[in-house]
């Protein structure tokens, strides 16, 4: 949403006007689809790797694009898919459970950084348990402050849908987390 | 033992459910179900918070550039590849087409002094066929286009045997014909309507399909394509 339009120095393939617009609205949602794909990767490189992959993919389809308003949810659900594609790929080969470890690994002093990075990936691992309907909808939820009008209208679903969706999701974590966030343990 | 039946609702109600009036009326008398009730709304915020943490995560600022880069850089590639491709198609298609006529060819040769019907553009004669008894209008001697005969039964005319094998002549079609041409080859195959008017080309005939009145008509006007203007393709007439 806060995206700044910005000049680019990369130009598309040609100035045709087809091309112009792509390339706007492109620069408007490339940004959220980084975003969406960091919520599944939480690895930046491999976020915005995916994000160039999804522009890659909507500019071959989107001459067919039948209502271009909606692009950027198109973006937004093609950098989820991939991004879901790849982090199940990369699991198959076990890149990111190396990752992760390595990254704990960083920090091996600093207790109380420690116990954020605890309590952070344990509130993803909970986000991941998500089924996949439920997930989208607490990722893009916290995105950018989306509110449920927004998120609708990004995944095409009526808001009494993504209301519901987002009570079920939050209703699962506090099940599945119980007492990882500091100073809400129970006694 | 009374607040465990609440935990369900509690959970919901702390994730943006309804509380209903039931639960409503036990938070107004229990202290421990609204710290409960508290505590898991906190927690929920704390897990907002997390989220709205990490999700504040800035691309690198050459992200936007790189993915226009990355866009043009695929289009170009895969516009560089596409005449390879087609090429590439095109030799498969030659290749299947050669393959598959020259296993036809060698099934059922074909003598080549039989006739020739050609549905070809370098036909001069048109051929009527009319009610049988009515004499053939003679002809000026014809060229031979294709040696490949196709014999073509019809109900109203004299059987004419139809050889276990019928090799197709090959025909180059105008643009915008090949669906009024495969109407016409499926009538001359059916027989049972009477043939469309018949452009033939070859010789001998009148030994296969008789009577038939041939009429001349004067050679065709032709101008070289290159003109688009005047091709007689865009010619409105």
Known sequence: MNDAVAPLAGRLVSDAPLDREFEERLTEASTLAFRVAYGVLRQREDAEDVAQEAAVRAYRGFSSLRNRDQFRSWLVRIAWRLALDRRKSERRRGVRELRASTTSRVHPNAEELAAGRETEQRVWEAVDDLPEKLRIVVVLSAIEGHGMREVARLLGLAEGTVKSRLHEARRRLLEMLPCVVSGTNRT | MRCERYEQDLTAGAAGRTISADLEAHLE?????????????????????????????????????????????????????????????????????????????????????????????????????????????????????????????????????????????????????????????????????????????????????????????????????????????????
């Open chain 2, 29 to 237: 008398e229990c202290v421990a179900c609204r710290h409960r009730l508290t505590e898991k709304r906190a927690l929920l915020e704390a897990v907002d918070q997390v989220l709205r943490v990490a999700f504040d995560v800035e691309p690198s600022p050459a992200l936007r550039h790189r993915v226009i880069s990355r866009v043009a850089q695929k289009e170009r590639e895969r516009r560089r590849m596409m005449p390879g491709v087609a090429a590439a198609a095109l030799a498969a298609g030659l290749v299947i087409v050669l393959l598959a006529g020259g296993r036809r060819g060698s099934i059922a040769p074909l003598e080549s002094s039989a006739a020739a019907i050609s549905p070809g553009p370098p036909v001069r004669d048109v051929v009527m066929p009319e009610a049988s008894g009515k004499p053939p209008i003679p002809s000026a001697p014809r060229p031979l286009v294709a040696a490949t005969p196709l014999v073509v039964p019809t109900g109203s005319r004299p059987a004419v045997a139809r050889p276990a094998f019928v090799r197709e002549p090959e025909v180059l079609v105008p643009p915008g014909q090949e669906a009024a041409l495969q109407r016409f080859v499926a009538v001359l195959r059916d027989g049972s309507v009477p043939p469309p008017p018949l452009l033939l080309s070859g010789a001998s005939l009148e030994s296969l399909i008789a009577p038939i009145p041939l009429i001349k008509i004067p050679a065709l006007e032709t101008k070289p394509l290159a003109d688009s203007v005047d091709s007689p393709e865009r010619s409105p007439s």
